[in-house]
T-cell receptor, first 110, second 115 residues
Framework: EDQVTQSPEALRLQEGESSSLNCSYTVSGLRGLFWYRQDPGKGPEFLFTLYSAGEEKEKERLKATLTKKESFLHITAPKPEDSATYLCAVQPRSNYQLIWGAGTKLIIKP | DAGVIQSPRHEVTEMGQEVTLRCKPISGHNSLFWYRQTMMRGLELLIYFNNNVPIDDSGMPEDRFSAKMPNASFSTLKIQPSEPRDSAVYFC?????????????FGSGTRLTVV
């Protein structure tokens, strides 16, 4: 069964304290893995798509990496404005649907 | 581009009333999705349209829910009659091509409260 598990559920960091969020997945053929950011009261905002193991993408303080079993979202020297829920989703080759993780709530304290 | 536009932003209605949620996708996107988000269940896909045609409505909870896409720039999700358990945030999302793994662009959502 295709599934996505994100960890931790919540993460509290001090401003400037780097860390990583994990997205583990099992899927019968990966078309793409997606990272989104969701702020309270808003829809998910697209961050990255990763297509194959070894691929990396960066945007400001965020860097996403992909292996055959998991993806990491590394956040370097975070700022309070990076506080949000980060969602991971995978799209199997056999299906158009995205399979969503439950998200990691990231809180960056000044 | 104004992004995906949803209306209303908030809706409070009494049990048994009809509720209609509206969505305008991004111009040129040929895939449209309706999602529901709750704390307990996260994001759930309700229905998917491709080129204005409903492709998969297996996520629609029951016959009380219906969705239409009369043209490429407009879609509606209707609940009739509404029930308290329908309270959730409903998102519309669009994508340029379902087959190529493009990210979805989500609207800001409609927060529905059924009392």
């Amino acid at each position: 069964e295709d599934q996505v598990t994100q960890s931790p559920e919540a993460l509290r960091l001090q401003e400037g304290e780097s860390s990583s969020l994990n997205c583990s997945y099992t899927v019968s053929g990966l078309r793409g893995l997606f990272w989104y950011r969701q702020d309270p009261g808003k829809g998910p905002e697209f961050l990255f798509t990763l297509y194959s193991a070894g691929e990396e993408k960066e945007k400001e303080r965020l860097k996403a990496t992909l292996t055959k079993k998991e993806s990491f979202l590394h956040i370097t020297a975070p700022k309070p404005e990076d506080s949000a829920t980060y969602l991971c989703a995978v799209q199997p080759r056999s299906n158009y649907q995205l399979i969503w993780g439950a998200g990691t709530k990231l809180i960056i304290k000044p | 581009d104004a992004g995906v536009i949803q209306s209303p932003r908030h809706e409070v209605t009494e049990m048994g009333q009809e509720v209609t949620l509206r969505c305008k996708p991004i111009s040129g996107h040929n895939s449209l999705f309706w999602y529901r988000q709750t704390m307990m269940r996260g994001l759930e896909l309700l229905i998917y349209f491709n080129n204005n045609v409903p492709i998969d409505d297996s996520g629609m909870p029951e016959d009380r829910f219906s969705a239409k896409m009369p043209n490429a720039s407009f879609s509606t999700l209707k609940i009739q009659p509404s029930e308290p358990r329908d309270s959730a945030v409903y998102f519309c999302a669009s994508s340029p091509d379902r087959a190529r793994g493009y990210g979805y662009t989500f609207g800001s959502g409609t927060r529905l409260t059924v009392v």
